[in-house]
Every structure is written in C-alpha cells, then in structure tokens.
C-alpha cells in the first residue's frame, strides 16, 4: 500500500494557488483531454516552474534545525505560500504531486549526478543524490521532466528515446543515451544519461544518469538525509541558488542568475555577463536573495547563519 506521501493530491484550491505561483493559466477540461494539449501543458508547467520557482539549498543553512523536510505539506508551504524554491528532491517532488493532481501518470525515479558537475576527480558518478519525474502521456509515449537541477536543468519534457537531441537551456542541446556507465559491473545495467552541449560543439558533457525504476517516498527520506547533513555532501558546503530568466509571460526562458556563497552571475543566451554582484555581509545577501531570486527570509531563518562555516562576515 501506497504511503501517505506517495498519493498526496492537491485540492482544487492548492492546485489554483500553485498555478497562480508559476503564473500558469488554468487549463481547460476540453484541452487538458487532448493528447497533444497533454504535452503542450506539461511543457508550460515546467517551463513555468523553472521560471519562478528557484533551485536553492538556503533551508540547510538559513534555519534552527538546518533540515530539509520533504513532507509534501510542508514544502507546498515552503515554495507556493511563501515563494521559496528548494533543491532536486523538493522541488520535484511537488511537482510531480502538482502533475498527478491534474491527471497525469507520473513517478520519480533516483539519479546519480557526474562527478564532473561536483567538481570532483576521477569522473564517473555520484551514489543515488537526484530525482526527477517520469510522465506517461495518454498516447502512451513517456517523457523525463526535472525541475530540480538548477541552470543544467532540461526545460522541456524529454522523451525517453536514445540520441535524440533536443533544445535545452539558453545556448544548449541535450539527449538522453540508454547506455551503461564505466562503474557498474554488469554490461546489461542500463540507465538513462542526461547529456548536454553547447549549441555548434561538438563535445558532449554528462550531467547525471537515472534508471527507469520507481523511488518511493522513503527512498528519498535516505538520500535527502545524507544530502542535507553529511559533511561530504556539497550542500553543507556553499550557499547555491539558480533561477531562470524569463522577460514576457509564458515566453521563452532565455538566461539565468546564480548565487554561489556571495558571489551573483548572469548569463542572456550565449552571453555570459560573468559576476554581477558580490557580496561581503548577510545584509548584502539577503538583499540579493531578494532582487535577484525574490526570497525573503523571516527574522527567525535569517538567525540560523549565524556562526556558521557559510557567514558573511565583513
């Protein structure tokens, strides 16, 4: 039987709140019966997440408990009510909640992450640390979607078919491979590898592998455990947040901000502007966090940076 967790739906109500959020219309019943529409609404919902919602890890350093809870309940709170975004397993989470609760046949499944991604040597992939969404359209045809993954993210549904290279974000292009990875032991071990390159090159670089087996709510209990309190994860490491550029509505997404620690970067299309901001003090990073990720943290969450390795400290 499923957990409470696993069959979480929104209410009509949440469900309204959390268009509102992503400033997505709400569809219609004639068009959400269309197949065609069903792939349509799903490419709007992600583009639309990723252009409001931003990929960030500030609950494991801006809080008393430095946690990270992957209660449905709690992270409907968190990124619809009160505008915040989180990292993989929280913003894909309750987006495959938001997809189910409109009448998709969607699961989860657990990813490993390229170590060339981390920064770390020696190649290959992290252990189980990602999560991303596998949604089977009525025409039977199934798709990855990951909203979860910063500006490396896929910003469109991908369909599970070997090679096929597909627009990504800004200047990118992206394909899946159904191949094995160097690490296994077994040649009949396939996975998923997320590729990505810049538009006209021809080198291809790994972001992460995924299988095609579903993860379970108390599966990610495990892997969030480790990614939010191991001092080996990179998240207890730095501040990190990533958000999408978009300038009309419902238009394209055509660049991004991120933060790393205090330090801001912007990139428009091809054009990569380099850093923009950095900052030296909490107030200057709260005020970044504001004008560029439109994050505001309460007095409480703002105390938990204190002594810590991440500080500002003039």
Known sequence: MASA?????????????????????????????SNDYGLGLLTSLQRQHLAYVPFENLSIHYSTDHAITLDPKELYTKIVTRRRGGYCMENNLLFGILLRSLGFTVYSVGGRVSNDVMNLPGGGFSGWCHMANIVTLPDGKRYMVDVGFGINAPTQPHALESGVVVPGAESQEMRLLWDTIASTTDPNQHLWILQWRDVGSEQWSTNYCFTETEFLHSDYD????????????????????????????????????VML????????????EGTIETCSTESERLAALKNYFDIDLSEREKEGIRDTKCELKA
Do not use: M
Not at 261 to 272: D, F, L, Q, T
């Open 5 to 33: 967790s696993d069959r979480f739906i929104l209410s009509p109500d949440q469900i309204n709140a959390y268009l509102i959020r992503i400033c997505h219309p709400k569809p219609s019943p004639e068009e959400g019966s």
């Open 222 to 257: 495990i892997i969030n455990y480790h990614t939010y309190l191991s001092p080996k994860s990179w998240f207890t490491q730095v501040i990190v947040l990533a958000k999408f550029i978009q300038l009309e509505a419902q238009g394209p997404l055509v660049g991004s901000f």
């Open 261 to 272: 620690n205090g330090e801001v970067k912007r990139r428009i299309g091809a054009k990569n």
